[in-house]
RNA sequence: GGAGAGGUGGCAGAGUGGUCUAAUGCAUCGGUCUUGAAAACCGACAGGCUCGCAAGGGCCUCGUGAGUUCGAAUCUCACCCUCUCCGCCA
């Protein structure tokens, strides 16, 4: 959520020379969304003040005149004149209070599909066409044969099958068996080790189902309500990424300053409906309506969250270079960004069967935009302190699927066979090679 | 699924229609004392909204929501959650 009463300062940012309502808008624009919606809400909420201020008054009389009514009982005096006065009062009391309620309600509908306001330092752009490669590592393989696409050497090996899947649930599934099935349990072990065990996280896992409040606290509802599974006659929802549990566990909550940063690495398994990606990613195990992933999550203090986010990137980068997967690291742009990251990395790994770039990581920094919407917080142990929003960042740590397929990919063999690689043989039993059985 | 009990501040726990602006204890923070620490003593100690240039007012929140009432932590209803027992179950 956006912060409603910045809208309406007038203090310049000394760093852009705008107001933050001058800033908004143009992030807002450059997001390619319209901006009329701030006027609107800004008017809504001066009526909310007018009609708040108006009920508190009526309020403060009531409780006044209700202490003289049981000051006059316990003294056996007579109270009726203040009781029939107050009887009034009481009803337009009620209905100022309906209408608070009604525009609050009004406001937070607007309010609630507001993107975040985009960092500075995120590149302008149209498309993803204008994403910022900022980094890029590793190198990329050379074959001396045409290399094959992951569901080919899968299928060929008899490690995966989309077939039998579609019969038993339907497109966009498929069964992982012996080496594969293998292959993704090493992998989401191997990335829990290193990120616990390596890069301070505390290990997690979280329910795979989740209430719709904790989605809009993550950002996910009201606006992307169509992107989930939802359990029919109930308020459950399958939980797209862990980043939904994980985030949430704090909502509501006030943490301490000293405790900060806490991060959290979490396994579930994913579930997306995929809805408007007909046409997209049919093929393989890109798209799937189920797949495992490791998440990484953070709640920063405001004045570290751009370096941790940094940090948190570089975490989920190690995991491909131990894997020794070329990969490259875009920041994405005003058009491309997540609606409530204000910047974001994506990793993206070479596929020479594609023979191309995939994301494989996302890694974002929402500022203090799911923190409002959940209401997490922090204080420090000071006397006057005040509590503040914290700042939540996540990203993937990877998605084990796509590294699933990045591994069968840059690892395939001519004959067919793909090499495991090093760091995922111990936990594989040793195993060094895929081959057809 | 059936039966029962219960949800009050960071924690424990009092309060069952009108100074509740929620007692008290513990924890936490600041101070006094001390060579230092402990103890003791003094003080601070929920969050949000709103009016105001400010000083400082006011309003809301006792699981959530609705209701009764001039007035609700307290009474009524619904829902959520926790605990105990029974049944079922990995």
Request: aromatic share 8%; with cysteine.
């Amino acid at each position: 959520m956006i912060d409603i009463k910045s809208l309406e300062q007038t203090e310049v940012n000394s760093l852009t020379g705008l107001t933050y309502r001058e800033e908004y808008k143009r992030s807002l624009k450059n997001r390619g969304a319209d901006t009329s919606v701030i006027d609107k809400i800004l008017q809504i909420n001066a009526s909310r003040r007018q009609v708040i201020t108006q009920q508190e008054g009526l309020r403060a009389q009531q409780n006044k005149v209700g202490e003289e009514i049981a000051r006059r009982k316990r003294n056996k005096e007579d109270a009726s004149e203040l009781l029939s006065e107050m009887q009034g009062i009481s009803s337009k009391v009620k209905e100022l209070e309906q209408s608070v309620s009604s525009i609050e309600a009004e406001l937070n509908s607007l309010a609630l599909v507001l993107p975040n306001l985009v960092h500075h330092t995120v590149p302008v752009g149209e498309s993803e066409e204008d994403n910022q490669l900022v980094r890029a590592s590793g190198v990329k393989r050379e074959f001396s044969f045409k290399p094959k696409e992951h569901w080919e050497i899968g299928e060929n090996l008899g490690i995966i099958d989309f077939e039998r899947a579609a019969k038993v649930t339907g497109a966009r599934f498929a069964f992982l068996k012996g080496a594969a099935a293998q292959l993704e349990r090493a992998l989401l072990q191997f990335m829990m080790d290193l990120h616990s065990r390596e890069h301070g996280y505390n290990e997690m896992i979280p329910p795979f189902i989740a209430n719709s409040q904790a989605f809009v606290g993550t950002s996910q509802f009201p606006k992307f309500k169509e992107d989930v599974f939802h359990l029919e006659g109930t308020d459950f929802h399958l939980i797209p990424t862990a980043e939904v549990p994980v985030t949430n566990y704090f909502a509501s909550e006030i943490l301490r300053e000293s405790d900060l940063p806490i991060k959290f690495v979490a396994y579930s398994p994913c579930f997306r409906s995929e809805a408007g990606s007909y046409g997209k990613d049919t093929r393989g195990l890109i798209r799937q309506h189920q797949f495992n992933k490791v998440e990484l999550v953070m709640f920063a203090h405001p004045d570290k969250s751009f370096e941790l986010h940094e940090q948190l990137t570089t975490h989920a980068e190690r995991v491909l270079q131990l894997l020794e997967l070329p990969y490259r690291v875009m920041c994405l742009c005003t058009k491309d960004i997540g609606f409530g990251a204000t910047k974001c990395f994506d990793l993206e790994v070479w596929l020479p069967g594609q023979q191309a770039y995939r994301e494989i990581s996302s890694c974002s920094n929402f500022g203090d935009f799911q923190a409002r919407r959940a209401g997490i917080r922090f204080k420090s142990d000071a006397p006057k302190a005040k509590t503040q929003f914290v700042h939540t960042l996540n990203g993937s740590g990877l998605a084990i699927g796509r590294t699933l397929i990045a591994v069968l990919e840059n690892y395939q063999q001519e004959d067919g066979s793909v090499i495991v690689p090093k760091v995922l043989q111990p936990y594989m039993g040793g195993l060094a090679k895929i081959e057809k059985k």
